[in-house]
């Protein structure tokens, strides 16, 4: 079992910088894959960055290619995503996910996490 808290969302200028952290409860954090979806009015949740246990497969979604960067400190029990250059069309909520699964794979739909956050608030500004 894992429980995820989400923080460092707020409102933020267009071109500017936000890191999110999630913080994971839970003695086994470094054996989940990690990922981050975000979902605005209207739409629904769609797959932002997710990374394997070991950290060294990662995954982005296109709309966040070279922008978006996402880390995890299993020392600390926290993934983070660095969120650079944004855009009034990134605002959403972004929630955390986790799931215990082989290393090579991560996951990029709803269905493939077990475990979510609440989500935190990103607005941007034009």
């Known amino acids: 079992q894992v429980h995820l808290v989400e923080s460092g969302g707020r409102l933020v200028q267009a071109g500017g910088s936000l890191r999110l952290s999630c913080a994971a409860s839970g003695r086994t954090f470094s054996t989940y894959a990690m990922g981050w979806f975000r979902q605005a009015p209207g739409k629904e949740r769609e797959f932002v960055a997710g990374m394997g246990w070991s950290g060294v497969y990662v995954n982005y979604a296109d709309s966040v290619k070279g922008r978006f960067t996402i880390s995890r400190d299993s020392a600390k029990n926290t993934v983070y995503l660095q969120l650079n250059s944004l855009k009034p069309e990134d605002t959403a909520v972004y929630y955390c996910?986790?799931?215990?699964?082989?290393?090579?794979?991560?996951?990029?739909?709803?269905?493939?996490?077990?475990?979510w956050g609440l989500g935190t608030q990103v607005t941007v500004s034009s």
């Open positions: 996910a986790a799931v215990r699964i082989l290393d090579q794979t991560v996951g990029t739909t709803v269905q493939d996490y077990d475990y």
